[in-house]
């Protein structure tokens, strides 16, 4: 899968995709990431992307030139399994079935407001998705596509040593209920500083650890994140 970044800063992602899952994932050929510099798609001498707001007020807007220019240059050609996705506060909250969702594409590439924003026409008219990381205000999308790419790309065949474990991850079915946080995990010592790890996990028996893996992770959603238990989310998911 190609993940491609749109940014005025992409010195922003030397550090991100430099270890462990992603990582492993882009030198097995299985992720490539592609950091574009917005700059890249300006014309006059200072290389300018943002203007000043229509109607007045504070701060300055990504203008849509360059990034139009730049979408249209990275895929001359878009195909139906490709996706251009907009970083914003205002977008749908990120979950894991759209994680789910999206790593179905062959490609996606996010386009990383800063300032007060983007133009809106790039979200009318060339991005498919408006996509927030969650309800609070970053003063980039480079964190936001950071936090997207690596949900998604850990989803992928081959990507995690043992393609069960995104499986059996909080949101996804954990074994223990679909949609519902993992259980709570324990390892050595078996007892650190007085307490004690569950002594049902360390008696071998599968059954009993089965039960109790189940138990505790309803508990610890029904405590943390009660939401899980009741409503739908925005895809559906539990
Ligand atoms: N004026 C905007 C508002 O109030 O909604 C905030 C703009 S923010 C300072 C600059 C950029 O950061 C946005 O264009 C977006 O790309 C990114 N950003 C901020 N918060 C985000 C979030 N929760 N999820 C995804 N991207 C976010």
């Avoid at 992409?10 to 050929?29: C, I, L, M, S, W």
């Avoid at 979408?71 to 878009?78: C, D, N, R």
């Avoid at 964190?143 to 790419?149: Q, T, W």
């Amino acid at each position: 899968m190609i993940f491609h970044v749109l940014t005025i800063f992409p010195e922003f992602f030397e550090g991100p995709f430099a270890h462990g899952v992603v990582k492993r994932a882009q030198d097995a050929g299985i992720v490539e990431i592609r950091i574009h510099n917005l700059r890249d798609w300006t014309s006059d001498r200072h290389k300018t992307v943002d203007d000043r707001p229509f109607g007045g007020g504070e701060g300055m807007v990504l203008k849509p030139e360059p990034i139009f220019l730049a979408v249209e240059s990275i895929w001359p050609v878009k195909s139906a399994a490709s996706k251009v996705v907009l970083l914003s506060a205002q977008g749908r909250v990120f979950d894991q079935a759209m994680a789910n969702r999206l790593s179905a594409c062959s490609e996606l590439l996010f386009i990383c407001g800063r300032y007060e924003g983007v133009d809106e026409r790039v979200a009318e008219h060339l991005a498919d998705e408006e996509i927030s990381i969650g309800s609070y205000v970053l003063s980039g999308g480079e964190l936001a596509a950071a936090v997207v790419i690596d949900a998604v790309a850990r989803l992928l065949p081959g990507v995690l040593g043992n393609d069960a474990s995104a499986a059996f991850e909080s949101f996804q079915d954990t074994g223990h209920g679909e949609g519902l946080l993992d259980c709570p995990h324990w390892t050595r010592p078996a007892e650190f500083r007085g307490w004690k790890a569950p002594e049902v996990l360390l008696n071998g028996n599968h059954e009993e650890v089965r039960q109790f893996r189940k138990r505790t992770a309803v508990e610890k959603t029904a405590r943390l994140r009660p939401d899980l238990l009741s409503e739908p989310g925005p895809e559906g998911s539990p």
